[in-house]
């Protein structure tokens, strides 16, 4: 018995006898105190009378299934993790079972070893084993997750909603793969996941699957024993190993060869991986968060991605969207990065952008998305030696007003215009300045055609998919002027 899982009560849920039994001693060896419940209506009236730290259930009962007693958590509100047990070779049903909040899964049969290092997990204890040290459990997180939220900056409602993504599927086990362009910020967006989940005390290791040579994929993910090869003088431990419970970061998984895709794939479903030249499996215990800036969907299609692959890391996916579908965020990401780049030279207060500064930037395309602006940030405070960063600092010939998005250069060049007489007040909050003006852009080009969303938007030079976006975003709705006359879907 071990005094760090006093406290924790469990519920397991199983209709078959023996099972149950077997998962319950298991558990009771270990320290925990544990309920039993053999079908869904006596697992929910157990949880209706009494608060546990983790409930345990088959896929299969024979009322319903898992997901009927994890939908009931989700509904109610409920901090319980779940841990959900499937049939082998039931990949559906594991996949489903994440999607609907489990924190992980374990397939028939199942492996006692991986049984309470999952339960462990699950309850915010030492990953290995029980007999470990205890970190904090998942209800007492520690002060790094709104941190590591407000690294990702930005309040349009796209970035609100990969905000809120990221806090919800932090909760879980489930593989979670971020799609989006290259420099939008994939890699802070995996941080932030690891950051805000009960793994943040432990290691985060990242890795660029495209700049690993393909004849050292297997050594670099896996390790190797001493003798493995020319010049494996001594063992060493894979990516694998070294995020022992933690977050594996996989970058660029779309550039992984099938070779190695089959061997990332055996070595996810079996929570075990074999260093080269060894005899034996290590068991590991990794959340996995992939990226990648390829359609893997279209990669499947083609023959170079493994469709069954593709399934375990997409269980979750979050889109990062490009710089220049966010560009109402410009004025605070500049100022946030502003902001860093002054604190690591050590400069006090931090340079500002003029308002000309700040309408180039906002004609500018950003092929690069953020990291071309952070490298644009960094030249300029180079180049400009003073506390304001002018038009002329950033390098960046005149753009063409077709390369900006229309509206939000509409309302840059609006505010970032001088006053004919020098005089009017600068706004004291530019982003809603700038949402005012572009409000009233949209209006009135509604207005003029009659409230149909896709021709006001065409004249803006807008799609119908932008025009909604940037209508949902300001809050502007044709129903209150004839709504009858807005453009189907």
Known sequence: MNATAAGHGLLVVDDEPDLRTLYELTLVREGYAVE???????????????????????????????????????SNARAEKAVVITAYGSAENAVEALKAGAYDYLTKPVDLRQFRAVVASALGLAPAAVTAAARPPPSAPPSAPASALRKLVGRTPVMQQVRSLVEKVARSMAPVLVQGESGTGKELVARAIHDVSPRGAQAFVAVNCSAIPEALLEAEFFGYRKGAFTGATEDREGFFQAAHGGTLFLDEIGDLPLAMQSKLLRAIQERSVRPVGATGETPVNVRIVSATHKDLAAEVQA??????????????????????????????????VLARLAADAGVSPPPTLSAAALSLLARYPFPGNVRELENLLHRAVALSGGDVIDAADLGL???????????????????????PDGTAPLPRDLVAHLDAVEREILERALERHRYNRTAAGASLGLTLRQMRYRMARLGV?????????????
């Open 36 to 74: 039993t419940a053999d079908n869904v209506a006596e697992a929910l009236e157990r949880l209706r009378g009494q608060r546990y730290s983790a409930v345990i259930t088959d896929m299969r009962l024979p009322d319903g299934s898992g997901l009927d007693v994890l939908h009931w958590l989700e």
């Open 303 to 336: 023959g170079r991605f493994r469709q069954d692959l593709y399934y375990r890391l997409n269980v979750i996916q979050i889109c990062v969207p490009p710089l220049r579908e966010r560009i109402a965020d410009l004025p605070e990401l500049c100022e946030a």
């Open 397 to 419: 010939p005149e753009v063409a007003l077709a390369d900006a998005e229309p509206g939000m250069q509409d309302a840059v060049e609006v505010a970032a215009a001088p006053p």
């Open 477 to 489: 709705d044709p129903g209150d002027h004839g709504g009858e006359r807005r453009d189907p879907g």
